[in-house]
């Protein structure tokens, strides 16, 4: 299965130069038809076992590091619609400039999350003080690459892989949609937390004794990063970070591989599991973990495991669903599941919560039920009237589901509150029972 890459970023960062290494020899499609000039170039790239599409948008014009011309804006938001995922691409020599803000920028509102942040000119030590200042660009973790040396070729593939998988399991979504018959397919999940919260001991238990992961030899390749596994009446896919961190050991990165795993842990999985150590629940790291799980749009689960060891149960259960609700509204009504990966009780109840909450993530609310209540919702509590004009509500409907996404169409929608926004997405999350997914809720003019 193939998807398109889109490597975007201003000029002289070496786009061309890692599109050039990605395509090798195989540049296809150069498009000499008289008439038809292709301002995106295409190739067929491969990155060890991968194969898919890249576009260039390289060499579109000449920009000043002051200025971003339109037409080169114009061009890199019409990559990034194309393509299924974009590669945003720095000079870590340089650092962060003002241009790669502004396309930062257009990605973080044109991409819908489908972005993977490359530091280049990364080879020796010239790019670390502009590799770190790419975390502040809010576009995850970024990925030090050498174009030119050929160096991150493998943290890069690492990064694309899940994506790659991710794109099997879209298409078949559009399958389904369309009425056909549905695959049976994997459910993805991301068992993540903290060190040391018990992640290995659950997807261990959950695997079954006889699948310890030891490595290579246990059949598990060196680049195999999910676990397929049948669990209950389900086929699951299980993102393991454990596997990863033994794989940074080879390669010696341990330091940079553990911070990204949880990133990419939840942008490969379609529901996070976040697994909490019960003596010390909804720690910062916790709470960092489930908020990135949120704010990918992904249905969080949360496992609040080592209950074997829990004496005050009734006291402690109470305080962690304070906790949750307090601390992390934007998941309100996350199902938090007690249990123990040492002995496996629980493990029952955590695999009908996942399930559950995949169906939540999946759900579609008909049109006609979404307008009356719209129509309920404004009659009972009014949109406010910002200097005595009224905020219309005209209509409103769910535009994507994987998480349930609702676009509503109003007079003036620059002047709503968030609170009314909020008061809208609790009343979508009561009243069709969303509990434990993002909601998001987009806003469009209509007079
Ligand atoms: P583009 O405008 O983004 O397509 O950038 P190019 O691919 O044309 O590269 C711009 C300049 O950066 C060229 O001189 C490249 O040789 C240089 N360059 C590209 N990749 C690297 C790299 O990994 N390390 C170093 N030091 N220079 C690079
Ligand atoms: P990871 O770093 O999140 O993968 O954590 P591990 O799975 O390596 O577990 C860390 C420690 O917690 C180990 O000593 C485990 O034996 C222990 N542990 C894991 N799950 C449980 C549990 O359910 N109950 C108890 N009592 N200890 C557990």
């Given amino acids: 299965m193939s998807f398109t890459l889109a490597i975007v970023g201003r000029p002289n960062v070496g786009k061309s130069t890692l599109f050039n290494r990605l395509v090798g020899k195989r540049l296809a499609l150069v498009d000499d038809q008289p008439g038809v000039t292709r301002d995106l170039r295409e ?10 599409t890249v576009i260039d948008t390289a060499g579109l014009e000449e920009a000043t590091d002051e200025s971003l011309p339109g037409r080169m804006r114009a061009l890199t938001e019409r990559a990034v619609a194309e393509a299924d995922l974009c590669l945003f691409v720095i000079d870590a020599r340089t650092g962060v400039t003002q241009p790669d803000m502004v396309f930062a920028d257009i990605l973080r509102k044109r991409a819908d999350g489908r972005v993977i942040l490359a530091a280049n000119k990364a080879e020796g030590n010239a790019g670390d003080a502009g590799y770190y200042e790419a975390y502040t660009l809010g576009l995850g973790e970024p990925i030090p690459i050498s174009a030119e040396h050929g160096e991150g070729m493998d943290d890069l593939r690492a990064a694309l892989e899940p994506w790659a998988e991710q794109f099997d399991a879209r298409e078949a979504v559009t399958e389904l949609e369309e009425g056909e018959e549905a695959p049976d397919r994997p459910l993805q999940i991301a068992v993540v937390g903290r060190p040391n919260a018990g992640k290995s001991t659950l997807i261990n238990k959950i695997l079954g004794e006889d699948r310890l992961l030891t490595g290579p030899e246990a059949g598990i390749t060196r680049d195999s990063i999910a676990v397929p596994v049948r669990w209950g009446e389900r086929d699951f896919r299980i993102f393991d970070t454990a596997g990863m961190r033994k794989r940074a050991k080879v390669q010696e990165k341990l330091e940079k591989l553990s911070v990204s795993d949880g990133l990419r842990a939840v942008k490969f999985a379609e529901v996070v599991v976040v697994v909490l150590d019960t003596s010390i629940p909804f720690e910062s790291q916790d709470l960092r973990i489930a908020d990135l ?11 609040a495991n080592k209950w074997d060891a829990e004496e005050h149960r009734a006291e402690r259960l ?36 996942i399930t559950s909450a995949h169906d939540v993530w999946n759900r579609r609310v008909p049109t006609g039920r979404l307008n009356q209540w719209l129509a309920d919702q404004t009659s009972s509590h009014p949109p406010p009237a910002p200097g005595g004009r009224r905020i219309r509500l005209r209509y409103m409907t769910q535009a994507k589901t994987r998480p349930p996404t609702f676009i509503v169409f109003a007079s003036l929608p620059e002047d709503l509150p968030a ?23 987009e806003f469009r003019k209509r007079d």
């Fill in 43 to 52: 190739g067929a790239a491969r990155l060890g076992q991968l194969r898919f």
């Fill in 293 to 303: 799980a949120e704010r990918e749009g992904r249905a969080v689960v949360f496992a």
């Fill in 318 to 353: 109470a305080s962690m669903k304070e906790q949750l609700a307090r601390l992390l509204p934007q998941l309100s009504g996350a199902p938090l599941v007690t249990v123990s990966a040492l002995t496996g009780r629980g493990l029952d109840r955590l695999r009908e919560a």
């Fill in 419 to 441: 609170s009314y926004k909020r008061f809208l997405v609790n009343g979508l999350r009561r009243d069709f029972d969303l509990p434990g997914t993002p909601i998001r809720l």
